[in-house]
């Protein structure tokens, strides 16, 4: 790999590790689309200051956005409260307005200036190793890496030293503000860094994947773990994974780098989604038969326990009878029994067309009937 390559990942891995260190308290707060809604409207914060310095300096721009982004949350969360829209209707109206002014002023009065709505929204990742940062002569990186690792920084600062405050207010604002924290400082805390986040990634990967990283890894960290500290590290490292991954897709599909690592994000989430040991559609349903196979089981031994010693109880108990009484479906039934047989609640007669109860198995009956 040629060294422009690798500076590319090691920028595309630590922009995945900031989204996602911000997204997993955004997707636990259920906030994912305010990402959204950050990543477009702060476009109108950077064209306007753009104008007033006529510069495109990190610190201004950034500063410039993290206002943005902040106002955007405060006028989302000013229409909620007014209870005449719900808070998908106000992201929907509020960032498309911010975003669509920004887009406007950009090709009405600086058509001619490096400041384009395809770098914003799309991002360029292969021409960030261009962009150096030179002290005293000396070449020290990508100025995208290093403004990259800032961010990382302030990121992994603001969580450790709020960790029990961020708890506090993702699972119980309430608690929160009776032990005197509170939860609107550190909301807005919360949200400034994601504007940062965003804006200091858009150049480099653009808006668009800047919301899937900030958004996919940590929703499939959370599909993998309950713990909010584990999944601080599962999301940026399924981030730089899908990263890593994303870079060599593109390079073998001759295709777009932020495109390919976005499409990767996506094809992490659907596996997890599907395959993820506890909370996967896969575990889930195994579970749900699991579940069906084990009822069914346990009606089966109230229902040869209630007639246990009675006249019917040969009928009653017989294997050919049992599946038209309750109505199952030959297969399903025969996966009963089996099930039984396997549990050692029920055994097979001298004539094996008869079902008896075990020990156990009348144990446990009595158990389900309340006995």
Not at 266 to 272: E, S
Request: glycine letters at 8%; hydrophobic letters at 55%.
């Amino acid at each position: 790999m040629t060294p422009e390559q690798i500076e590319i990942i090691l920028i595309a891995v630590v922009v995945a590790g900031n989204c996602a260190l911000v997204g997993t308290f955004l997707v636990l707060r259920k906030m994912a689309m305010v990402s959204d809604a950050i990543a477009h409207s702060i476009l109108f914060g950077i064209v306007v200051m753009f104008f007033y310095t006529r510069s495109l300096a990190s610190l201004p721009i950034i500063a410039a956005a993290t206002l943005t982004g902040v106002f955007t949350v405060v006028m989302v969360e000013g229409l909620v409260k007014t209870r005449l829209v719900k808070e998908d209707a106000a992201i929907g109206i509020v960032f498309p307005a911010l975003f669509s002014i920004g887009v406007i002023l950009i090709n009405r009065y600086a058509a001619t200036v490096h400041l384009d709505t395809d770098v914003v929204l799309l991002g360029e990742l292969a021409f960030t190793p261009f962009d150096r940062l030179m002290i005293a002569g000396h070449d020290m990186g990508p100025r995208a890496l290093w403004l990259a690792g800032m961010v990382g920084i302030a990121n992994l600062t603001f969580i450790a030293l709020f960790f029990k405050e961020l708890k506090l207010v993702i699972f119980d604002a309430g608690l929160a503000a009776s032990l005197g924290f509170s939860p609107l400082v550190v909301h807005y805390g919360l949200m400034s860094l994601v504007s940062v986040t965003a804006v200091s990634s858009f150049e480099a990967v653009g808006s668009i994947l800047v919301v899937a990283l900030m958004i996919a890894p940590p929703a499939s960290a959370y599909l993998l773990t309950d713990r909010l500290g584990l999944m601080l590290i599962l999301g940026p490292a399924i981030g730089g994974i899908s990263a890593v991954a994303g870079y060599f897709m593109a390079f073998i599909l001759d295709a777009s780098i932020a495109g390919s690592m976005a499409s990767v994000t996506g094809i992490f989430f659907t596996a997890v989604l599907f395959f993820a040991p506890q909370r996967g559609l896969v575990s889930l349903m195994r579970r749900r038969r699991r579940q069906r196979l084990q009822f069914a089981g346990e009606m089966l031994l109230v229902h040869l326990s209630r007639h246990l010693g009675q006249p019917e109880e040969m009928e009653e108990s017989s294997i050919e009878h049992i599946g038209r009484h309750l109505r199952w479906e030959e297969n399903f039934g025969k996966r009963v029994i089996s099930h039984l047989l396997h549990q050692s609640l029920v055994r097979l007669n001298a004539q094996k067309d008869r079902l008896l109860l075990t020990e156990r198995g009348k144990t446990l009956a009595e158990e389900r009937l309340g006995n």
